[in-house]
């Protein structure tokens, strides 16, 4: 009934750039906190970046002043420009929602996954 469907994830070099992008879309009444996250082989899955609907944003440490996440309410969608991509970035990006569909019930939603690697 909501699916999130994320793209732009590539192989690019240390010190390149990607623009990641996630679209919602089903049942959706109200979409709260949207964001990014990202696993790592062998690691766990981590907190990159999220904003609130009111545009309050969020960083890991390790990604702040790198990474800049935007969302567009109208358009049911979030983005995350990647500058100055290292070898440690490289992980599976997994977008993230907490949505109240159209019958009243919230749930977090989870998309299936892009892959950014980054290495020469």
């Known amino acids: 009934q909501v699916q999130l469907v994320e793209s732009g994830g590539d192989s690019v070099q240390p010190g390149g750039s990607l623009r990641l992008s996630c679209a919602a879309s089903?049942?959706?009444?109200?979409?709260?906190?949207m964001g990014w996250y990202r696993q790592a082989p062998g690691k766990e899955r981590e907190l990159v970046a999220t904003?609130?609907?009111?545009?309050?944003?969020n960083y890991a440490d390790s990604v702040r002043g790198r990474f800049t996440i935007s969302r567009d309410n109208a358009k049911k969608t979030v983005s995350l420009q990647m500058t100055t991509l290292q070898p440690e970035d490289t992980a599976v990006y997994y977008c993230?929602?907490?949505?109240?569909?159209?019958?009243?019930?919230?749930?977090?939603?989870w998309g299936q996954g892009t892959q950014v690697t980054v290495s020469s």
């Open positions: 904003t609130t609907s009111t545009g309050r944003t």
């Open positions: 089903g049942s959706i009444f109200i979409i709260n906190a």
């Open positions: 993230n929602a907490n949505i109240q569909q159209i019958s009243g019930r919230w749930s977090d939603y």
